[in-house]
């Protein structure tokens, strides 16, 4: 197996499962460079975890290829692929120590022993678990046994990296910890690396590109930022955090300026997809709907709970026009305040009403 | 702080299974054991024991029976295994196969001896399919010798050994075997290098309990074997003392020497057990 390749491409990947009638992933393209950390992005059943499955070889595809360069991979066993995965319960060998667990792909490519033992002692060191190679995986919290499940999959110096939601089973500082070690691991070998996770915060602090899914369809490929401030449709604008999403009246047009109203409430949006018909899909993030004394797309209302976060607080507040929204507000408001709220209008994201 | 309570009321609830155990198990095992050095004619408490290893046809049994219950425990485990593993995933295929193999632990072995020897015997089916055939002219001996009463253990045994197999395979976690194949390990690899170290456990729990079941045969060694000679098993050296000679103390002494026979092996195997990992069979925190 090569080591290094300039591109691995995904073309249209199908899978179906029996007994369903919808495809679990449908015509998945993609394009992975050298080096490059992919991260799939959807909630559960969205065909990520499929997808990877089908890269890693665990399944077959019902339609499509997969090309490593010039070479058709999806017919190869898993065995013969010789990418690295990282499980998400980790599929330690229970049976075997850290040191046999993470030798484990040296010696079924008959590595020899005392390289495989060099190689073994150098992926320990860079998952900074030297010292337990003695310890059965039973022995080990759940974060080294994270770190040994790295360090066995990357000692085999994989092309590509495969990782299946592997912080999901880590509680919150340690999830917070080993997503910097991944970082810094992807860093240090600058292995490509394909991530599955549900967790927006994993995918937007890791990735090079994210590929947001649903429904075994991709809705949207791009850089974080791209994926953060500008989601191609609606629904990857709720999964990113777009909380408000209200449906309007489309008063006025041109160009990507509209201009909305419901009742008395009137905003001034950006539109994302070409309108159609008279109603559209308002989508605001509350970080972005900001108490304030003035500014463009001034709404007012009452505040009816108000969560204190520490910094600020998360706000819902009922419109005059009856909607209810969720903004932030400096720490202190209390339900019952009288509140005025307000967004740029290159915040406002619209999406035709389907 | 509260004091722990001294007494957990809990317990009393294994007062029932307790009770039964002493009375149907550990009440009739002692009896018998000091019966067994009582012996019928007045001598030492030994003579029983003293007997059993001076008398030919009596000691010689303990060398028939292992003949016959060893080779059938291990053709069982042998077959049970692989068969069980390839069954692990096919959830359809597993239920009729399993459906079907109940049906001889249900039969009971007098049921299979009967069967087998309108079988296997010199006229049975089999006899007359072969020489149809005229694959096989010569008459065929399976039956009223050793052949017939192994074949009858393999045939009760393994669906007891298949179930108990299947049951270890199935725990232990298939991502295991799908981590190894990413790490370049063949499906015979990842049997020898997963699959078999994490069942060795419940190799040595399957032959130890499919060698104790035959080692105590009787019905099929009597029915289909040569109840005289070859298939002379212990058990119906323990037959003959306690209902043909009414010596219930000889035949004490003789189940407890089998028993002691079972409980050699049963110790080897488990004390080869312990020199492989014994621990959960499933990859990490889950």
Known sequence: ?354 | MMAAPRFDRALLLVTPATLFMLLLFIYPFIYGLVLSFQPMEEAGWLANYQKFFSTANLWMTIGTTLKLALPATMVNVALALPMAFKMRGTSRIQKLVTMLLVIPVTLGTVLIAEGMLTYFGPRGWLSQTLQWLHLYEGPIRLTHNYWGVLISLVISGFPFVFLLMLSYITGIDPVLARAASTLGASPAAQFRHIYLPLLIPGIAMAFCLAFVQAFSVLPSAVLLGAPAGPTRVISIAAYEAAFEQYDYSMASAIAMIMGFVQLVVVAAVLSLRGLFYRGPVAGGKG
């Open chain 1, 1 to 354: 197996m090569n080591l290094d390749f300039n591109e691995l491409k995904l073309e249209q990947v199908t899978r179906r499962f029996a007994g369903s009638a919808a495809a679990a992933l449908n015509e998945l393209s993609l394009n992975v460079r050298r080096g490059e950390f992919i991260a799939l992005l959807g909630p559960s059943g969205c065909g990520k975890s499929t997808a990877l499955n089908c890269i890693a070889g665990l399944l077959d595809l019902s339609g499509g290829r997969i090309m490593l360069d010039g070479t058709r991979i999806d017919v190869l066993p898993p065995e013969k692929r010789g990418f690295g995965m990282v499980f998400q319960n980790y599929a330690l060998f229970p049976h075997m120590t850290v040191r046999r667990n993470i030798g484990f792909g040296l010696l079924m490519r008959g590595v020899g022993a005392d390289q495989a033992a060099r190689r073994v002692q150098t992926a320990l060191e860079l998952v900074q678990l030297s010292g337990h190679e003695d310890k059965l995986p039973g022995q080990l919290s759940g974060g080294q046994q994270q770190r040994v499940a790295i360090a066995r999959a990357i000692v085999i110096e994989p092309p590509l990296v495969l990782m299946d939601e592997p912080l999901s089973n880590l509680d919150a500082k340690l999830r917070l910890e080993m997503r910097a070690e991944i970082r810094r691991i992807h860093r240090e070998l600058g292995r490509s690396t394909i991530y599955v996770t549900h967790d927006q915060d994993e995918a937007l602090s890791l990735a090079d590109r994210i590929v947001v899914m649903k429904e075994g369809v991709v809705q949207q490929i791009g850089a974080p930022a791209q994926i953060y401030g500008q989601p191609a449709n609606l629904h990857v604008a709720r999964f990113m955090g777009y909380r408000n999403v209200l449906e309007m009246e489309v008063e006025s047009a041109s160009g990507s300026a509209v201009t909305l109203a419901r009742g008395p409430l009137r905003l001034s949006g950006t539109a994302m997809q070409p309108l159609a018909g008279k109603r559209a899909w308002v989508a605001i993030r509350p970080e972005e709907l900001a108490a304030s004394g003035g500014g463009p797309n001034l709404i007012e209302g009452v505040i009816e709970n108000a969560e204190y976060c520490g910094r600020d607080s998360l706000i819902d507040v009922r419109t005059v026009a009856g909607a209810l929204l969720h903004a932030r507000a400096p720490a202190g408001s209390a339900a019952g305040e009288q509140v005025r709220l307000s967004v740029a209008p290159e915040r406002v994201l619209v999406y035709p009403h389907l």
